[in-house]
């Protein structure tokens, strides 16, 4: 009996999970075409094919979606550079944060849709306190990834948590202005400047 409990708990959490990440799928494609502001709510359980309730029970509202598809999306690129990095050695530090940064540099480039979404939010996916709900896995983040390495390698930085944070806007708020308007200079141009900064930044 309780077997079958399981069973049948398990298939309505499949269920619920199938239907909330159907709304996000739905609402990326609608905000990436129509854009936020000409989505409706109704548009997008139209699209998801499920009832306009469903939405709300997981969804506060159209921006409450935006939100968690930001956090979503710069969060999938930082655990896949994470994954890329498992797969090469690199001893120092300061290269595999760099190596981390210039992965997800590198697929916003590819992706002209992700990056005009993401905009200058990527540190969402590193610190939304709802990150863990949301992605639903047990998967060290970048945050996590950060911290323990200057613990590990002993380095002296006054505050570990702002320098990631100072990191990840500067490569966030930058990056988008040199891939969608090559200003101050090309994203290729402008890498070598902002590495070495990145550099400085984890040496104080």
């Known amino acids: 009996m309780r077997d079958l409990e399981k069973k049948i708990k ?17 609402a990326y494609k609608l905000f990436t075409t129509k854009g936020i502001k000409n ?12 009832a306009k309730g469903t939405f709300y029970l997981y969804f506060k509202d159209k921006y409450d979606i935006e939100e968690k598809l930001i956090i979503q999306k710069s969060c999938q690129l930082f655990n896949e550079a994470l994954k890329n990095l498992e797969n090469n050695y690199i001893e120092n530090f300061d290269d595999e944060i760099i190596y981390v940064i ?7 480039v590819k992706d002209n849709t992700l990056i005009n979404f993401i905009s200058k939010d ?9 990150l863990a709900r949301l992605m639903d896995n047990n998967e060290i983040g970048l945050y996590d990834v950060f911290i323990n390495g200057v613990k ?12 990631l944070f100072m ?10 202005t040199a891939i969608t308007k090559n200003i101050p200079l ?3 141009e402008y890498k070598p400047y902002l590495y070495s ?4 930044m984890l040496h104080n």
Do not use: H, M, W
């Not at 398990?10 to 739905?26: D, N, P």
């Not at 990527?122 to 709802?130: M, Q, T």
């Open 167 to 176: 990191i990840i806007e500067l490569v966030s708020s930058t990056c988008f």
């Open 197 to 200: 900064t990145i550099r400085k």
């Open 102 to 108: 210039n992965y997800v540099i590198d697929e916003l």
């Open 186 to 188: 090309s994203i290729n």
């Open 39 to 50: 989505t409706s709510i109704q548009d997008i359980v139209d699209s998801a094919e499920v």
């Open 122 to 130: 990527l540190s969402l996916g590193v610190y939304n306190d709802k």
């Open 10 to 26: 398990s298939k309505i959490k499949l269920k619920k999970e199938e239907k909330k990440q159907k709304l996000l799928s739905s």
């Open 152 to 163: 590990e390698k002993n380095i002296e930085l006054e505050n570990p948590d702002v320098t």
